[in-house]
């Protein structure tokens, strides 16, 4: 099946930029998203990209998608301390289910 | 943008009783809806997916009998947990999509519910 990768904690200081690298293993992939989950609450959806894009911004986000080596990041510029929270991937191709990945742990360091 | 809401966000029970959650989509209708399982420090795992009006399509390894799934109307789904055991105590989490053919298909995630069983 899909397999999902992500490294499991970053640490950033406030004001820095913040990378978070996802690796998936779906070549069909259609659309692939970046969620935020704060501590005991769901998923809030930060954004998406689609497959046949190289990069979306939104703001202080910025993803990059190098579908050739199925590499996703996620950078946050001027990261601040209500950044911190666990940052999931996840690919999905529209009608079917998401598969996500293990989760990144941001801690922002004041 | 979409908001989901789950109920109750927390619960406490006994082991053997039977615990319902309920999984809104408060300002859209949602074809689909879908319940994840979410262990401490891990990702979610997805248990089923449910179309409004049909039965739910559980994953593998997930009983059926055991984790209940109605998805009756447009706007609320259900997940029942039959008696519950210690093991079954997780965070579980709904997702509603309101298509299936558009990029705007995005699944909104409700807040969670934590179930411990004692």
Not at chain 1, 20 to 35: A, E, K, V
Not at chain 2, 41 to 51: R, V
Not at chain 2, 61 to 78: Q, W
Request: charged residues 20%; glycine residues 8%; proline residues 3%.
């Amino acid at each position: 099946g899909e397999d999902v990768e992500q490294s499991l904690f970053l640490s950033v200081r406030e004001g820095d930029s913040s990378v978070i690298n996802c690796t998936y293993t779906d070549s069909s992939s259609t659309y692939l998203y970046w969620y935020k989950q704060e501590p005991g609450a769901g998923l809030q959806l930060l954004t998406y990209i689609f497959s046949n894009m190289d990069m979306k911004q939104d703001q202080r986000l910025t993803v990059l998608l190098n579908k050739k080596d199925k590499h996703l990041s996620l950078r946050i510029a001027d990261t601040q301390t209500g950044d911190s929270a666990i940052y999931f991937c996840a690919d999905g191709t529209g009608a079917n289910n998401l598969f996500f990945g293990t989760g990144t742990r941001l801690t922002v360091i004041p | 943008g979409a908001v989901v809401s789950q109920h109750p966000s927390r619960v406490i029970c006994k082991s053997g009783t039977s615990v319902k959650i309920e999984c809104r989509s408060l300002d859209f209708q949602a074809t689909t809806m879908f319940w994840y399982r979410q262990f401490p420090k891990q990702s979610l795992m997805l248990m089923a997916t449910s179309n409004e009006g049909s039965k739910a399509t559980y994953e593998q390894g997930v009983e059926k009998d055991k984790f209940l799934i109605n998805h009756a109307s447009l706007t609320l789904s259900t997940l029942t947990v039959t008696s519950a055991h210690p093991e079954d105590s997780s965070f579980y989490i709904c997702s509603a999509r309101a298509g299936t053919q558009s990029v705007l298909d995005t699944q909104y995630f409700g807040p969670g519910t934590r179930l411990t069983v004692l």
